[in-house]
Each structure stands twice: as C-alpha cells, then as structure tokens.
C-alpha cells in the first residue's frame, strides 16, 4: 500500500515504470493534466466574484449553451497539453472536430491522443454544485510522422492507456489510473501541491445508493423502471438511498468511495442516454474496471465499444459490481 501524504509529483516518478512506454511520456502527459487542473481550480473557486459565470453567448457541438467557465476550462487543459511533446491530437467535448497538434519540428512525432470533457457538469457552476474534468489517453493507431487521424479517436476504450477526473468539490482531487489501479490526490489549495490522499482507490462490491435523474422515469424502459422499484422496495438492505447530484464526476466519485451504481439509461426522449462515449463513459468505465467496479451499456461492457463518431452517446450504468450485475438481471429479461 502506498504511502499517504506523498506528492503527485513523487507518485509519477516511483510508478514512472509502470507506464508501458515509459520514456517519461507518462509524467509529461499527467503534469499537463496536473498544470491545467491548478489553473481550472483556481478560476472555478472565484467563478461567483468575477463575473465569468452565465453563458459565453456560444453552443458546443451538443448544442447545450456554453458556460464561459467550459470555454475557459478548455483552452487551459488545451494549451497544457499543447506545449508538451507528447501529444499529437485533442478531442473536447468544446471541439466540434478534433485539434491537430503538430510538434515543434511539425513532423508529428508525438504518440498520443487526449480526449476531454474540459468542465462536466457545469450547468451545476451557478448554483455552486461540485463539477469535474475528465480525460482519456490513447496511443497512435496510425503511424507516427503522418498527422493524427479520426481513427485515432476512435479506438475502443479498453485500448486507453490512462484515464482520470479532476473534482472540484468541497476539496479538488485528481483521481487518475495508468492500468495498475485507481489513487487520488488532493490539493493543497495554500501551495498548490496534489497529496496522495487516497492510494489504491477500490469501488466495495456492493453498496446502498443508486443515482438516476428520477424525473426521467416515465420514459426509461420497463429494465430500468423495473431496477429503480428494487431499490425502493423494503428488503434486506433495502430501500436504497437515492443520491443523484446531476454531475457525473460527483456522483462517481461518491459512489467509489460509499458503494454505488450510477445510470444515465437511454428513453424515450433520448435514444442514446445523454453521455458521451468518448470523453465521459470510456474514461470513467476505465476508472471503474480498475477500481473492481463494473460499467455497461446496457448488454455490452463499455470498454469493449468500437465508437463511430466523436461525439455519440451510449446509455450508462456504473458502479459497484453487485449492483451494476443485479440491474443488468432486470435488463436483461426484457431485452
Ligand atoms: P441530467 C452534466 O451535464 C452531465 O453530463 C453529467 O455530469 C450528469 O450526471 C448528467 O449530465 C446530468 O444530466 O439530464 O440528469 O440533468
């Protein structure tokens, strides 16, 4: 077990070794992240004082009104990344396409890609509520020197090679695995340093809570319905205690900690569910699978995915094993 109190700085180095490629790639990538989340955590800690709140007048992609804080939260984690010789394509939840990065000698040497949702949940920014980055690495498919390609992108999310979130909650944390398990690191807000504060993060095998946007019940389907009445009913364990923030890196993080499945399922009203593949549900079922939790789409583990566009959404259910199992009995007897 690895010692508490120890830096992130000081973690990178000793683990630099588990980092397949290790040529030092890994503390660059996570530094850039580190850099960026400081930056991010500094200008969302002040968002009600200067003025930066409401809306940037702008639409991303998904056509939901973007925050200046979303805009701001990109650019930073952007510009991080841009500046380390290591990365040779973005793709942002921000970004209608994704961003070619060309190295200082612009013969695309750099072999990896980062996909990012710069500030999930920030519609929760005006009322105070705990929003979250998260990211995605990958390795190149295509061959290093030719500039980075869509298929780069779309590789499925068992072939990342890292994956975390920052929180920026009642403390910020960066919570991140490179394939050997899941630790976090809080900051010291006074001297801007991560501390390892929670080593060898694990979801427990089964828990209490379930977290669900409840006033989409009528339009989930009859697995779902049927799951969420479960959770009601007086039975062993149960009721359930119902704990739905409406940020996923909040609810996640609360879940890995307590015991817990997270659900955005698809309905009626929104065919896919409302999360992105890429940049939410692949990073996060990465964290999930390290920690011995569990995430599905519904028959199919997340991971095991092959994606067709940058932004497509999947339906979402995350968390402690058990109970992600025990959802996909109800699934699974009507589909
Ligand atoms: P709803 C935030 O916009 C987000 O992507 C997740 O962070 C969050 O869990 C979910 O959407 C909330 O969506 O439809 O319940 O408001």
Redesign the pocket.
């Known amino acids: 077990m690895e010692k508490k109190n120890k830096t992130l700085g000081e973690f990178i180095i000793e683990n630099q070794s588990e980092f397949q490629y290790s040529t030092g790639e890994l503390s660059k990538l996570i530094n850039a992240i580190r850099l960026a989340a400081k930056v991010v955590n500094h200008e969302v800690n002040k968002a009600g004082l200067i003025d930066i709140l409401g809306e940037a007048g702008d639409t991303n992609v998904q056509g939901e009104d973007q925050q200046k804080l979303d805009v701001l939260a990109n650019e930073k984690f952007i510009q991080a990344l841009r500046k380390r010789e290591i990365v040779c394509g973005i793709a942002s939840e921000e970004e209608d396409d994704f961003i070619t990065i060309n190295s200082q000698d612009e013969n695309h040497q750099n072999k990896y890609v980062v996909l990012i949702d710069p500030l ?2 920030s ?1 929760n920014i005006d009322v105070n509520v705990s929003v979250g980055t998260i990211f995605s690495i990958y390795r190149r498919v295509t061959p290093v020197g030719t500039p980075v390609k869509l298929e780069d992108f779309l590789q499925p999310g068992k072939n990342q090679v890292a994956a975390g979130y920052v929180v920026y909650g009642t403390s910020t944390m960066l919570v991140y695995s490179t394939g050997h398990g899941v630790n976090g690191f809080t900051l010291n807000p006074a001297i801007g340093t991560f501390y390892l504060s929670h080593p060898n993060m694990q979801f427990p095998e089964t828990g209490k809570i379930y977290s669900v ?1 409840e006033g989409n019940y009528v339009h989930f389907l009859q697995g779902v319905k049927d799951y969420i009445k479960y959770c009601q009913e007086e039975d062993g364990d149960r009721p359930y205690t119902s704990r739905y923030i ?4 909040s ?1 996640f993080h609360r879940n890995m900690i307590k015991g817990g499945i997270y659900m ?1 399922p698809k309905s009626s009203v929104t065919q896919n569910g ?2 992105r593949l890429l940049y ?1 549900c692949n990073p996060m079922a990465f964290i999930a699978e390290q920690a011995n939790g569990m995430a599905i789409g519904g028959k199919n583990r997340i991971l095991d995915i092959v994606p067709t566009e940058l932004h497509q959404r999947v339906p979402f259910f995350c968390g402690s094993k058990k109970m992600v199992e025990k959802l996909q009995e109800f699934l699974d007897k009507y589909h």
Do not use: C, R
Request: glycine share 16%; proline share 0%.
């Open positions: 999930d949940g519609s946007n409406g940020s996923l890196v609810d955005y409302k999360l939410e």
